[in-house]
Every structure is written in C-alpha cells, then in structure tokens.
C-alpha cells in the first residue's frame, strides 16, 4: 500500500469511527475485515427515527459507502430493531410542509441503502414496525430472532403506512403487503421468513453469529463481482425484460474482464481454490 492509499483508508477509517450521538459504528465485526455494524442506539426510544438520528444514519452510510467496507450490518440497541417513526416529535409539528420533509429525508434514507455498492443486511430483534419494518424490508438481506415480529400498524392510529409499503410490496405478495397495511396486524419471523420479508430465522443468543456467518460469506467474494451484481439487481427490477436481459449481458462482459473473474475461472479449470 502506498503513502496515498495509506492516508486515504486511515481517513476512511476515521470517518467511519466519528462521533455519533445516537449511532454506534462498529468495523471489522467479529474479526470479519470489512464488515461494518451501524446499530440505532436510542433503546429508550425503541429505536425511533427522530429526525436527528435520520440525520446521524444517513451521514453514516454516506460515508460507509465511500470505504473500503465489505457488508454493512444495520442493528438496533436494546430492547427493539426499530418502532418506527418518532410519534411525539411527529404531533409535536403539526404541518405538512414538516410533514413532506421529514418523508423525503427518510426516503432518501431508504433509497441509500439500495444504491450504496455494499450488501445491507438488517439484524433484526424484538419489533420492527412501521419506518422500522421499511427498514428491514429496504436491506438487501436481512436475519431475525425467532421471537421477532414485524408490522406495518399506522393503520391502527389512522395513518396508512404509505412509504413502508413501497419497498413492503416489493417484499413479499400484493395480497400479503395490503392486508399487513389495512389491518396494521403484526407476524412473527417464521412467516415473515415464509413470506420473503427476511431470509433466514435465528435463537435471539444465536442473531449475531448467524449474522457475522452470513457476511463473512459475503466478504469471502471479489468486491467487484459483489458491487456489479447489487446494481444490476436492483437496476433491473424496474425493466422490461428485454432491457434488463440487455443490461445484465453487458454486466457480465465487464464483469468477466475483471482480473478477480478471470483468475476465478481459471482456478474453477485447473480444479484449485482462486487466489484472490
């Protein structure tokens, strides 16, 4: 490593450690290089979305995304994952210009998660509702306790979870999503597992090992391959077929020119591990 790469990961380094108020940032989880944790920390809270810890996370997977980080874990300290938007700060201001500022802020937020080049996987226990459940529906992979439960429940207090059902629909069936929003009912992680909202289900003591198994997986691939085929993904849901067969061929092309593709064909030939 050069003195410019030096400087520039222990910039990377320092930013990714900065001081947050209710953040905690943890990298090179469970020995994993490259594995960054960002777990919400206001427990009393369950976790809420005020404004300022949206501020804090977005500025956070600002700067993750511009590292040398692998796979993100995003998790939540005690009790919850997330409940959701902050409700008393929410009726605190009671104006629609508030109101449309404070959905395109986490909108936003969402939509980093899916555009930034590393694999988000949500760690998930007690309760993810509302904003919290966009959360876990948003994050490319996601692991909950078996004793979690998800819920899409503004319906309950007059309010339709209008944003968590973008990436809820995308989630698991039409007929599923709509009758988690119009009666606000909760699921546990078996069916939400069954249904496509999470992928795998964990004993609560067992939620972070599964976790750290599953991103050490991850950060077991060539970066490239990883950064190539999560913006493809995500880019060819939203076409036609033949558009996305169209994208996805020239992915591959510049994939396949990449020296960590190459060498991992020719090892798949020569019947030996690639040396990566």
Known sequence: MDQIEKAQTQTQARRLHDDYALLQIETDVSGIAG???VTLNRPNALNALSQALLTELQQALDSVADSAARVVILAGAGRAFCAGHDLAEMRAQPSQAYYQALFTQCSKLMLTIQRMPQPVIAQVHGIATAA???????CDLAVAASDA????????LG????????????????????????TGDFIDA????D?????RVAAPDALASEVAALAQRICSKPRTAIEAGKGLFYR???????AAYQLAGQTMACNMMDDSALEGTQAFLEKRPPNW
């Open 149 to 156: 439960r998800f819920a899409v429940s503004g319906v309950n």
């Open 159 to 182: 309010l339709f979870c209008a944003t968590p059902s973008v990436p809820l629909s995308r989630n698991i069936s039409r007929k599923q999503a709509f009758e988690m929003l119009v």
């Open 190 to 193: 078996p069916t939400a597992c």
């Open 195 to 199: 249904r496509g909202l999470i992928n």
């Open 132 to 138: 919290g459940c966009q959360l876990v529906a948003m």
């Open 35 to 37: 594995a960054v944790r």
């Open 236 to 242: 060819q849901l939203e076409m036609g077929i033949e």
